[in-house]
């Protein structure tokens, strides 16, 4: 009984989603334009961003990591991820808060020069997610710090992150 199953898959295509339509580029440019600008008008430079996992299940950051690669290109709109919080100027957080990365959290934010911007990325980040009400769980990210953005999604698609960041930059600028 298996082994006519395990043949048949053998044979078989992948089951696997189509692959996203690409952004149109006009699209794509207005978001680097108004991204730039706001970005010179708020910092008078480029945006440094430090991403910190709270606790994940890695959703996110497979979104965050494809914002890196050629098609989507974050360093093209003036944004770029830093080693260090002290080079910061967004904490980009994702997971629920678990109790065993609280602490490094707020180190990570006092480590933070401001002006700094704390994001929320994802379900988990915003409220703990499918996590909520584990015994490791302490909730969202703002169980330990001021949240100024919340970017929903389980994960949210990398379109929305650069929307997210945008909408951030313009509304503090």
């Not at 910092?43 to 991403?51: F, K, Y």
């Not at 890695?58 to 494809?66: H, I, M, R």
């Not at 980040?125 to 919340?150: H, I, K, Q, T």
Request: charged share 20%.
């Amino acid at each position: 009984m298996l082994i006519p199953k395990l043949l048949r898959n053998l044979v078989s295509r992948p089951l696997t989603d189509a692959a996203p339509p690409p952004t149109p580029p006009e699209i794509v440019e207005e978001l680097r334009a108004r991204l730039a600008e706001a970005a010179e008008a708020r910092l008078g430079r480029s945006l440094a961003i430090r991403q910190v996992d709270a606790g994940s299940c890695n959703g996110c950051e497979l979104e965050v990591n494809a914002l890196q690669n050629v098609a989507h290109d974050l360093e093209r709109f003036g944004l770029r991820f830093v080693a260090s919080p002290r080079h910061a100027d967004i904490l980009l957080v994702t997971g629920p808060l678990t109790r065993n990365m609280a602490e490094a959290l707020m180190r990570a934010r006092a480590a933070t020069p401001d002006p700094c911007w704390v994001v929320a990325l994802g379900d988990c980040a915003a409220d703990g997610g499918v996590f909520r009400g584990s015994y490791a769980v302490l909730g969202g990210v703002e169980a330990a710090l001021p949240v100024d953005l919340v970017i929903p999604g389980c994960p949210p698609a990398p379109e929305q992150i650069l929307e997210g960041l945008l909408a951030l930059i313009e509304a503090n600028g």
